[in-house]
Structure formats: structure tokens, C-alpha cells
């Protein structure tokens, strides 16, 4: 995915031509921003440790080689701390390990800088560090429990995975991600701990639900109080969006029993639009929590529960044993409608995780642009016309994200309504 | 400050966190906010759409009424007008009656007031003068009386005789 998508960028590889071009010319400047750097940073050594060439020793960004695609992933991920601008806030970290069971603390165990945003932790608290935001664990038994000083950490492409190592004693160990349901597909699986902490995706669905049951509540007494009274205020804005999902998805799809399964609709509608649209805040998290496929595959479970536990007996009826079709085609037909049950929440998961990343990874590889231009400030002329470019780019990526908010939000439940209607329609013939 | 972010894809493995929080959220928020927010609200539309449905039904009620109400107006108005009209032709007649009734009754009554005039004054001039043939009888006599007195003394005879004379005169 990633591969065709920055293929798909011509951008890309005309900025990747432009720094080939101009990386003799700067190499001087290059040794002496190194140095610049080193000394500044003397004691500060973990903090740009990201070699990919191993060791925890100084990295230096490379303008020709460098790939904008993992700082997209890193950007879009899931994490442990909470960053606002350059800022990062620690959050609660609830971790559990079969080998040494449930850990509480906050992130700021870790001892990030809290005014850099990558948010890597000097620390690790019972094996367990922070590592780029996220919370991951040292696989090895031999590294101490308890709260240690990590010299670094610093990670390696074995075989298109990355790994992280953190660099203790003049030794190196390898850390593992937290345990994940994908099964190794997507280069996850099953690891040494589960992380169920109040991460940047859960606290924005707190805040998003704590909203919206503030907005829902009070528009509700609005209701009551202004009784036969026309709309104002924010009742207005919630009533427009309330009657199109009631009167153009709930009702031409369920039929009489809209009332039943309108609740749910919006439930879902709103959840996901307000998701989309958090997590495209500028600097306020970059919250990514409608484009990760644990959240997706929770709604996409909850409507396949929903869907088939209201299936009537016509619905079962259409998919084990249709009516009036010969007996071979129904041999064809019964796997293919048995797999469609489970296609269509599939769908629903990937189209909605799909258009929320694929938005942001646009973004962000937008605003990687005036970096690469620039080559990382070492030629700040082409900076400054890539970032007008770039801008541009940026803010009509923005408004069409902001399209796909309301449009995702909207598919999604319109299909939702869809598989409920096809479920609880009454037989007609 | 560059930061070279070695990250993975990792949006697409579902952690157990996210899993677990995502789905106890969602349900809290389907239920809450469906049992705060969401149905109080259907209610709300359902009972306003009722009652504008409500409303607009009235409203073509009333204006049906109104149509109805307009057409017996004017039947009701043409009937006045008639009715008006009919009263004046027959206030026309009774007043016409009346005059002419006047004038006939007191064409009679004068006729009859000057007939009992004529009457009177017939009876007045027949009693004024049987008094003045009363009264120049008397003065005659007396004057013949006196005049016989001298000659003849009073003579019963004579004065018959004189009354026959006094009757017999015609005053014409």
C-alpha cells in the first residue's frame, strides 16, 4: 500500500530527483550541520537515535534516501502520549504481561520530553519503554525490571518489518509491539503483552462521546423546553443532519420498523463523523482513530451482530436455501451468500479505515514535501516556494478529507441500513 | 529535530486496547446517548411533524369551511337583497295605501264635516229664524197689543186673530 501510493505521487519522485541533484553541492554544509548538531546534543544522545544502519549513535537525516512514508505511519498511529503542537502529554498506560501481570502508570514514567513531539522515553519501567509514542516491550528476560535508564533506541527493516532495539549496557534488545489480533498478516500477532491503555485513540472517543452526549442531551431538552416552537441554535444543525439520516437512510430502508433500529443508526453515524472530523484538527492530536482498523472492526462487528441477530426467516431463508432456483445453483449460491454475511461488515471495516488513512498519509506526505524540497533546511529558498505549494496542496487535500468525513460517516450507515432492511424485510412474493 | 520516525503500518493490527475500548464506548454511546438524546429527540420530530400535519389539515379544514361559508354568504346575501327589495316594494305599496286611504278618508271626513256644517248652519239659520219669527211675532203682538190696548183693550178675539195674521205671514 504504501509503495503504491507514494508511486502514485509523481511529487515524490521529481522531489527525490531535485535532492539527487543538489546533495553534492550541499555535502559541506551537511558535515557542518552534523557537527553543529553533536554538540548540541551531547547529552542528549537517545533523543535522535533512529538509525537504520544499527547502533544507537547519531543519525543524521538523509535527503536522498529519506522516505516520508514511516513518519506518515507514525503520524497516523496509535500512541501512548498525547501531542498537541511540539507538546506531548502523557497518558494512562494500562499494560498487561502473562509473564508479570497487570502494570498502571502514566506515560510520563517513561521521562519523554514533553516538548518534543516524537515522544520516546528515556526509561523503561519493567521492560516496557516508550518507544516513538508508543509503548512496546523488551522481549529478552535478561534486561532488568524496574525503572531503568536506556541509553537509546534505534530500529532496524528486517524483512519489511521494522524493529526497534534499545541500546542498554553496550548491549542491544529487541522490543516487540503489543499484542494484536491480525494473526501475523499484517505483521502483528500475538507478543509477549497487551496494551489496553487510555490511548490517543481512546481518549478521543471519550472526548468525541462525552460531546456528543453533551450536544445530544441538551438538544433533546431544547426539544422539550421549545415545545412546538421552531428550532434555534445548535438544534437547528443537529436536526438537519438528525432528519436527513431518519428520513433518507432509516426510513426508505426499514421500512416500519425504522423507529427500532434509528437509534443505532445515528449511534453510528455520529460516532464516526465525529471521529473523522477530530482527528483532522491541525496540531490537536492528529487523532486517527476512525482510520485504525481495531476501532473499524469493532463498528463492523457490532453491525454484523445487529444485522444478523434481527435476520428473520426470510433472510436465512435467502441465504441457505433460496426459493425457486434448481437445486446446482443453489450449490453456488449458499457459499456465496453464507460468505457475503461476513463480506459485507468486511467491507464496511476496510472502506471506512481506507478513506480516513489514505487522507491522512496524503497529508502528511504533502507536508513532507517542503522537507524534502528543502532538504531538510539546507536549501531554504526551494523551501520556501515548496511550502507554498505544499499549503495549497495541503488545504485542498484538507477540504476534500473533510468531504470524506461526512461522506464515510454517511456510507457507512446507509449500508448499515441497508443489511438491516435486506434482514428484517418481509417476505414479498 | 528531524525526526526519522522508523515506523510500521501498525493502523491496520488491531490491538487488544483499542478493541476493547472502542467496544465498550461505542455501546455506552449507542445506549446513552439513544437514551438521552437520540430517542427523546425522534420523539420530539415525530410529535412536532404531528402536530405541523395536525396543523396543515386544520388549516385546510378551516379553509374548505370558509369556502363553504363564503358561498352561503353570498346566497345569504342575495336572499337579503331580495328580501330587501321586496320589503321596499311592499313598503312602497303600504305607504301609497296609506296616502291614498288618507286622502280618501279625509276627502270623506271633510265632505262629511262640511255636510254637517251646511247642516248646522241650515238648522241655526231655521232656528235663528223661528226666533226672529218668534221674537218679531212677540213684537208685533206686543206692539199689536199695544196698539189694540189703545182700541180695543185686550179682546181675546183679537188677539187670535193676530196670531193667525202672524202665522200666516211667510218670511220670504
Known sequence: MRKILISCLFVFGFALFLNAQDHSHDHHNHDHHNHDHHDHNHD???KDDHSSHGGCGHHEVDPATWDPAPTAFHHISDANVFSIGPFSIPLPCILYAPDHGLSMFMSSKFDFDWNAHEGTGHKAIDRYVLDLGVVRRIKDNSFPMGEIKIDGITHKKENDVTVGYVCYGGNKYQIEDQSTIDGGVFGGGMTSFYDFSISKNVISMFLMVLFLFWLFRSVANTYKKRRGMAPTGKQSLVEAIFVFIQDEVAKPFLGHKWEKFTPFLMALFFFILALNLFGQIPFLGGSNATGNLALTLVLAVITFFVVNLNGNKHYWQHIFNFPDVPAPVKAILTPIEILGVFIKPLTLMLRLFANITAGHIVIIIFISLIFMFSEFGRNMGIGV????????????????????????????????????GAATEEAHH | MFILADFDFNVMRPGFGLLFWGTVTFLLFWWGVGK??????????KEREDDIQGALDEAKK????????????????????????????????????????????????????IASAKEQIENEKMAALIDIKNKSGNMALEIAEKILQKELKGSSDQQTFVQKLVDDIKLN
Open chain 1, 44 to 46: 542528549h544522545a537517545h
Open chain 1, 385 to 420: 516556494g515548496a511550502a507554498a505549494g505544499s499549503v495549497f496542496l495541503t488545504l485542498f487535500m484538507m477540504a476534500i478529507e473533510l468531504l470524506v468525513a461526512f461522506i464515510q460517516a454517511f456510507v457507512f450507515t446507509i449500508l448499515t441500513a441497508s443489511y438491516i
Open chain 2, 36 to 45: 438521552v438524546g437520540f430517542k427523546p429527540i425522534m420523539n420530539a420530530l
Open chain 2, 62 to 113: 378551516a379553509r374548505e369551511e370558509m369556502a363553504n361559508l363564503k358561498s352561503e354568504h353570498t346566497a345569504l346575501l342575495a336572499q337579503a337583497r331580495e328580501e330587501r327589495s321586496e320589503i321596499m316594494r311592499s313598503a312602497k305599496e303600504a305607504k301609497e295605501n296609506i296616502i291614498n286611504e288618507a286622502r280618501t278618508k279625509a276627502k270623506e271626513e271633510s265632505s262629511r264635516i
